[in-house]
């Protein structure tokens, strides 16, 4: 009766082993294509290309007076 058992459950366990490396290759190959289309370029960088420092220095600028002035209204109210 045992090996009845054994030769019913194989095949099962087996589908279900195929099923689920199908469903890790799906995950793995999403994760491979999300990261690839993060390294691509960007338009903004493409544009930016021929001024790169002085568009560093003007967008420094920026992020500091956004700071400063983020620290300030949080120091209003706390």
Do not use: H, W
């Not at 960088?45 to 956004?66: C, L, M, P, R, Y």
Request: proline content about 3%; some cysteine; hydrophobic content about 45%.
């Amino acid at each position: 009766m045992m090996e009845l058992n054994g030769i019913f459950e194989t095949p099962g366990m087996g589908s279900l082993l195929l099923v689920f490396v199908f469903f890790c290759y799906l995950i793995v190959s999403k994760i491979f294509n999300a990261r690839k289309k993060n390294n691509e370029p960007t338009e903004l960088q493409a544009e930016g290309d021929g001024s790169s420092q002085a568009a560093g220095a003007k967008n420094t600028k920026a992020v500091i007076a956004a700071i400063t002035a983020a620290v300030t209204e949080y120091r209003k109210y706390n």
